[in-house]
């Protein structure tokens, strides 16, 4: 990271851990135990950077932070084997069902924005723009063994065969982008190079001068020097995706919220309560500095205001 951030106990933080039976002088001689997160490849980065400036003001506290995907990470998180998951959408009905089967209470916190960025070699002059529609024609179900070349989605593209690249079937992104270009969530052509891992996407499409690929706008910004992004064209012109347009709404349909989703049981444990509420604090900061769009001032107040009473209850 490029700082270390001056941290002090809230008093959220204080009232939180008190109302969830910790004490408010924890911090005084350092919290020792442990915090487990898993999920979205998306959200990584962000509960990475927290993660790393945690360690500074609490040592002792062991932060183990993975990535699953938002699904494998729900998966986790309904059997109690996580403290957080970390989510690029919010949870589906059959989750919640899950969590309600295995007496999995749960908040959920609103922590950034994002864009989704469709990226392109280098070396691709020709699909600089592309439509929804154009979107949707080359990813939808139907065009598994049919729409093959560049030249079956746009007239004057060349007739070579396209490579894609997108996240796997468990990732919350591939649940927002079927959902935002296809109509449905989770229908695509399966014919495509699926991963979990964002920078295998990166180095596939930049390895490829025919390749295509979608994932979040962090690691396009930390790779723009390896891929090109498209502009998308949702009926208004081609909009670049990026801090401004994501955050202003110009990136329609192609922006979203992302979340973590704490455990009711997890926050029995003053270590817990104490890195979320530094999570919350540090999230404006550290959201911009990897690449993120930070929520209002007012808007991580009120997600403050919920971890408050989420604990309260406790």
């Given amino acids: 990271m490029k700082k270390t951030f001056k941290y002090a106990i809230t008093i959220a933080t204080a009232i939180s851990m008190m109302a969830c039976g910790g004490t408010s002088d924890s911090n005084k001689d350092g919290l020792t135990g442990s915090v487990s997160i898993d999920g979205s490849s998306t959200v990584f980065p962000i509960s990475e950077a927290v993660n790393e400036e945690y360690s500074e003001v609490q040592p002792k506290v062991k932060v183990v932070v993975k990535s699953s995907g938002t699904g494998g990470g729900f998966r986790k998180f309904v059997n109690g084997e996580v403290d957080i998951n970390d989510a690029s959408r919010p949870i589906k009905e059959k989750e919640k069902s899950a969590c309600k089967e295995h007496n999995v209470n ?3 916190l609103t922590i950034a924005y994002d864009g989704i960025a469709v990226v392109i070699n280098k070396e691709n002059d020709w699909a600089k723009t592309i439509t929804i529609a154009e979107l949707k024609k080359m990813w939808e179900p139907v065009a598994e063994d049919v729409v093959m070349k560049w030249s ?15 996240p796997g079937t468990a990732s919350g992104t591939f649940d927002y982008f079927t959902k935002a270009i296809v109509g449905k969530e989770q229908a695509s052509r399966s014919d495509y190079s699926p991963n979990e891992d964002d920078n295998v996407l990166v180095n596939g499409v930049a390895s490829d001068k025919y390749a295509l690929g979608y994932f979040g706008l962090a690691y396009y910004e930390e790779n723009k020097d390896k891929i090109n992004v498209a502009g998308i064209d949702n009926g208004t012109g081609a909009v670049i995706p990026s801090l401004e347009t994501v955050k202003s709404g110009k990136y329609a349909p192609l922006s979203r919220p992302l979340f973590i989703y704490i455990n009711s049981k997890s926050i029995e444990r003053p270590e817990v309560i104490d890195f979320v509420n530094f999570y919350l604090d540090m999230a404006p900061d550290l959201v911009l500095e990897t690449g993120y769009i930070p929520l209002k001032d007012e808007e991580y107040t009120t997600e403050k205001k919920k971890f408050l009473d989420f604990c309260s209850k406790k």
Avoid: S, T, V
Avoid at 152 to 166: Q, S, T, V
């Fill in 152 to 166: 079956d989605i746009r007239e004057g593209w060349p007739a070579e065969n396209i490579k894609l690249y997108g």
């Fill in 106 to 108: 749960y908040l959920e």
